[in-house]
């Protein structure tokens, strides 16, 4: 699913997880997640009214890591959309770049990861380039 880290001031940062997607990964009511940034597994405590009008994540040490892996390299910019991967069991993976695509993602029409592939045709421009064939090398 895409995300979006927020900076919520004074140095402080969230994880914009969005409505539709707390209504499509998130159990209701589960106290919290394990979140996988890297190397780094955190815990992180989901409170009431994530489930209502405020579907962010927030908790210091993913804070951090935002601000040194999104905020920190794209200053004065748009944050880069991030994916938040289902691994299971109240546990996902943050990270930067789109994960592969599995079958199921491409005949999911809801999936993000399948919506992006079929409405971004310039990530397939080079299957579209002509077949040319190299020179055969002289005997």
């Known amino acids: 699913m895409v995300v979006h880290a927020?900076?919520?001031g004074h140095g402080n940062a969230a994880l914009y997880i969005g409505q539709s997607n707390v209504r499509r990964f998130f159990p209701h009511r589960i106290p919290a997640i394990e979140l996988r940034l890297g190397e780094l597994q955190?815990?992180?405590?989901?409170?009431?009214?994530?489930?209502q009008d405020n579907p962010e994540i927030y908790d210091?040490?993913?804070?951090?890591?935002?601000?040194?892996?999104?905020f920190h390299q794209r200053p004065r910019h748009k944050p880069q959309p991030l994916y938040l991967v289902d691994m299971g069991k109240n546990a996902f993976r943050l990270q930067a770049s789109q994960p592969a695509p599995t079958g199921e993602d491409l005949c999911d029409s809801r999936s993000s990861a399948g919506v992006a592939?079929?409405?971004n045709p310039a990530a397939h421009a080079d299957d579209r380039a002509p077949n040319r064939s190299l020179p055969r090398p002289k005997l």
């Open 60 to 70: 210091p040490r993913l804070g951090e890591w935002l601000k040194f892996h999104v």
């Open 117 to 119: 592939m079929l409405s």
């Open 42 to 51: 955190i815990r992180c405590t989901l409170p009431a009214t994530f489930w």
């Open 6 to 8: 927020q900076s919520k």
